[in-house]
């Protein structure tokens, strides 16, 4: 009985001190593919570290990297070299433990699709340490979205709006979105940008958001980084990367272009 306590205690003790590590590190990390018609394409040295309870805007323009990117932290595509730690976990020792605590919405649809969304939540559900079907609920119903219609009958946008209920629900520590409001209308793209923002206040969750719609990220985003080619050009709190929109004339440069400018200068 006592030496079950002091494991139950030292396991707790381990799971304390992994809470209050970041949500996302990453040191040199780098990738190499080959793809068809266009040759080899490198992701090199990625480095940085996301805290919890904040949240990282990824822009950059198509085939820079942003997706290889995430696909790297979902663990779907190898990294060559480099480390990477999830929410305290190494990947390299700790694959399974870091996936779990992870949630993604994004091209990728995982429900069943001749399920009801209520069965999707009831079915994929186990699949989750952690998995608050009442929180899925009230999620698809904030959505209206409802239960008793099938994955296969959702729309691009209500496709999202399920992916981010589902994701919400098992309680990730780190977030991971693949250009999410592209297929929203104004309204829900504000509601759903309100949610993240909300989810952000327990100081328990890291949000790594990609997307070419810069406006999303000035609302949003606490940290901006931006690939080109495969490399990061920069990782910026807002605060700092305001100074650096600055212009002569004393107005300011939006994000979009921003990144033109960047891209134009790496292309010269």
Same mark, same amino acid.
């Given at each position: ?24 590190? *990453? ?5 190499? !593919?080959? +793809?068809?018609?266009?040759?080899? !394409? ?21 085939? $820079? ?11 779907? &595509? ?50 989750? /340490? ?12 904030? !959505? ?22 589902? $994701?919400? $629900?098992?309680? /990730?520590?780190?977030? #991971? *979105? ?17 949610? &993240? ?14 997307? +070419? ?31 650096? #929109? ?23």
């Amino acid at each position: 009985m006592q030496e079950n306590v002091k494991t139950n205690g030292r396991i707790e003790e381990q799971e304390r001190l992994r809470l209050q590590q970041p949500a996302l590190k *990453l040191q040199g990390v780098g990738t190499s !593919f080959f +793809h068809f018609g266009e040759g080899r !394409f490198v992701l090199k040295d990625i480095s940085f570290t996301l805290e919890r309870g904040y949240m990282l805007g990824l822009i950059g323009r198509n085939g $820079a990297g942003k997706s290889t990117l995430l696909r790297i932290l979902m663990q779907t &595509l190898p990294r060559k070299y480099g480390r990477m730690e999830i929410a305290g976990y190494d990947v390299a020792s700790s694959a399974s433990a870091a996936k779990q605590v992870m949630g993604y919405v994004g091209e990728d649809f995982f429900f069943l699709l001749d399920e009801t969304l209520r069965e999707n939540g009831r079915i994929l559900g186990r699949f989750f /340490p952690v998995f608050d079907e009442e929180r899925y609920l009230e999620l698809l119903a904030r !959505f209206e979205l409802g239960t008793k219609k099938t994955a296969r009958a959702l729309s691009k946008g209500e496709t999202t709006k399920a992916q981010l209920a589902f $994701a919400l $629900a098992h309680r /990730p520590e780190l977030l #991971l *979105l693949d250009e999410p409001t592209g297929g929203l209308d104004p309204v829900v793209r504000r509601d759903f940008l309100y949610l &993240l923002q909300a989810e952000l206040q327990e100081e328990k969750m890291g949000i790594v958001f990609s997307t +070419h719609i810069t406006e999303d990220l000035d609302k949003v985003a606490d940290y901006v980084a931006m690939l080109e080619k495969g490399q990061m050009l920069f990782y910026e709190s807002k605060e700092e990367l305001w100074e650096t #929109l600055a212009c002569e004339n004393g107005e300011r440069l939006s994000l979009k272009q921003l990144m033109l400018r960047l891209c134009k200068e790496e292309k010269g």
